[in-house]
C-alpha cells in the first residue's frame, strides 16, 4: 500500500474480496438456462414472481403483501410517497441515515429527530413527545446495526415502539437491510414478527447487503392494501424493476448461496471490527465508540473542540476519508464521524486509522 493510496472509511459496501463472485456466476448461468424469459422479459411491478413467493415465505406472509424493487432505496422512495404529508411531521433517529434525511425533507416532511442509544431509539423520549401532542404520520427506525451509528435497537423497545405505535396510531417503517450481518450477540425477531398481522409495520430490506451492492434488489413488506398503492406507483415509474438481478438473487437464494456469502461476510467483518477497535485505542484513546454487533458502520465521537468539518479535508490529505457525522443530524455532531468498516481490508485498517490521528494532531498544532 502507497501513501498516495486513499483508504476509504466512506462507502457502506463490502469489498470484493468477500463477495461470492463465483456463486454468482453461477447462479447467473442457472436463471438464464431455468427461466429464461422470465429472467429477460419485462414482467410486472410485482417483481420476480418466483423471488417475491420465496420472500413471503421468509415472512410467512400472503404474497400480496411483498413487492420485490430495485434496492431498498426505491422501496424507502415509494413508501415515502406513500407515507409523507407535506407539513406532518415523521419520526426519526438521531442521527439517522443521510437519505432518509433527504428524502423526507425532499417531501416537505416535519422531520422530528429522537434521541439515539446504544440500545436504539430513545422509546420515552419519544413518549414524551406523544403525550405532549405530537402526532406523527409514521416513525423511520433502522433496527439493527444502524446506519451511521452501528446500535441495535433492545427486545425491550421494539415492544414499547409498538405499544406507542397502536396507542397513539402511527406506522414504524422497519428499515432493515443489515438485518443478516451480524457477527455477535444474538438475532432478535423483527417487529414486523411482533407486530403479528396488526398492520402497524411497513418492512424493507435489501440483497445490496448481503449478495452484493451492485445486484440493487430491495423489496417491501406491508399491507395488501399499502403494497397495491406501492404498485401502482412502480408502474408508472419503470413499469418492472429488474427482472435478470432479481432472478439471479432468487437462484443464489434457493440453492443456499445467501447463507453461505453471509457466513463469509460476517466472519470478515468481525475480524474487521476487532482490527478497527484495537486500531482506535492505540491511536485515538480519546475516541468514544461502541463496538457494533453486525453490520457496516461505527459511530465514533472525537470529543469536545474537534470539528469534523475541517478534519475531512486534512484527513483526506493524509490519504484517508471518512463521512463527517452532521451528514445524518439536522444539528449538532460536529465532533462525530462515520466509519465505514465493510470496505476496507483488514492491512488497510491499521494505518487508515493511524493517517486519521495524523490529520487530527496536524489540526491541534
Known sequence: ?????????????????????????????????????????????????????????????????????NGSMQADAFLFDELVVAGQPVVVERPTYDRTLLGLRDRDADVRPVSLDVDGIDVEELAGLLEGGLRPTFAHIIPNFQNPAGYTLSLAKRKRLLELAGQYDFVIFEDDPYVKIRFAGEPLPTMLELDEGRGRVVYASSFSKTVAPGVRVGYIVGSAELVGRVRVRATNTYISPNMLAQAIVHRFTADGGVDRSVAVVN????????????????????????????????????????????????????????????????????STLRLAYSGVRVDQIEEGVSRLAAALRSLQG
Do not use: N
Open 267 to 334: 466472519a470478515a467483518l468481525a475480524e474487521r471490527v476487532k482490527t478497527l477497535c484495537d486500531a482506535l485505542s492505540r491511536h485515538l484513546p480519546q475516541a468514544r465508540f461502541t463496538a457494533p454487533e453486525g453490520g457496516y458502520f461505527m459511530w465514533v465521537d472525537l470529543g469536545e473542540g474537534v470539528d469534523v468539518a475541517k478534519l475531512l479535508p486534512a484527513a483526506e490529505a493524509l490519504g484517508v476519508t471518512f463521512v463527517k457525522g452532521t451528514d445524518f443530524l439536522l444539528e449538532g455532531g460536529e
Open 1 to 69: 500500500m502507497t501513501a498516495s493510496e486513499l483508504i476509504s472509511f466512506a462507502r457502506g459496501a463490502p469489498s470484493l474480496d468477500i463477495i461470492d463472485v463465483a456463486g454468482l456466476k453461477a447462479a447467473a448461468d442457472a436463471a438464464l438456462t431455468q427461466d429464461p424469459g422470465g429472467a429477460l422479459g419485462y414482467g410486472t411491478a410485482i417483481g420476480y414472481p418466483p423471488l417475491r413467493k420465496l420472500l413471503a415465505e421468509w415472512h410467512g406472509v400472503a404474497e400480496d403483501q411483498v413487492l420485490v424493487t
